[in-house]
T-cell receptor, first 109, second 114 residues
Framework: GNSVTQMEGPVTLSEEAFLTINCTYT??????LFWYVQYPGEGLQLLLK?????DKGSNKGFEATYRKETTSFHLEKGSVQVSDSAVYFC????????FGKGTSLLVTP | DVKVTQSSRYLVKRTGEKVFLECVQD?????MFWYRQDPGLGLRLIYF???????EKGDIPEGYSVSREKKERFSLILESASTNQTSMYLC?????????????FGPGTRLTVT
């Protein structure tokens, strides 16, 4: 069945550091891929998405490219801010979404 | 703006009580979902519904039931609450078909069963 594996956290970075959160998937067919973000005390918000191979999703300085050959959808940001501290979830589409376990990011000043 | 609301942000119940968690969406979405979120386990699907009065079991339906009498409302029911149901519960909705099955989430209900 479909599944998502993402790197375990927590990840701690200094402000303005480069961020990568790894996500790989197993799926039949051609799923859509998503990154969701959960800020403290809130529900999940869609951060970015990609529907087919080589698509790049981007939002708020975050980017992820749908790589079919490596079955990956890694999240990157060139310069993180304290306000990016949150939990990040990779997900792929089925009838419902299949989520990874989440990666907690803490950005320090 | 898209909106999914949940009836309570925090709830404390006793073991054996019947618990109702309510979710309402204002986007006329066909699909609605209930997940629970636990540290180290991510989000796990409990039940989903693709139409009024229709429901499908997710990955962990045991101990739960659901009700969808109106399109905009999806209720999660804990028939007899137990301490292992202490968790964060998240409701979501999405369009049925066509394009990206993006889900919109509510703020969550943190349930504690004592």
């Amino acid at each position: 069945g479909n599944s998502v594996t993402q790197m375990e956290g927590p990840v701690t970075l200094s402000e303005e550091a480069f961020l990568t959160i790894n996500c790989t998937y197993t799926a039949t067919g051609y799923p859509s891929l998503f990154w969701y973000v959960q800020y403290p005390g809130e529900g999940l918000q869609l951060l970015l998405k990609a529907t087919k191979a080589d698509d790049k999703g981007s939002n708020k300085g975050f980017e992820a490219t749908y790589r079919k050959e490596t079955t990956s959808f890694h999240l990157e940001k060139g310069s993180v801010q304290v306000s990016d501290s949150a939990v990040y979830f990779c997900a792929l589409s089925g009838y419902a979404l299949n989520f990874g376990k989440g990666t907690s990011l803490l950005v320090t000043p | 703006d898209v909106k999914v609301t949940q009836s309570s942000r925090y709830l404390v119940k006793r073991t054996g009580e019947k618990v109702f968690l309510e979710c309402v969406q204002d986007m006329d979405h066909e699909n609605m979902f209930w997940y629970r979120q636990d540290p180290g386990l991510g989000l796990r699907l409990i039940y989903f519904s693709y139409d009024v009065k229709m429901k499908e079991k997710g990955d962990i339906p045991e101990g739960y039931s659901v009700s969808r009498e109106k399109k905009e409302r999806f209720s999660l029911i804990l028939e007899s609450a137990s301490t292992n149901q202490t968790s964060m519960y998240l409701c979501a909705s999405s369009l049925l078909t066509g394009g990206l099955p993006e889900q919109y989430f509510g703020p969550g209900t943190r349930l504690t069963v004592t």
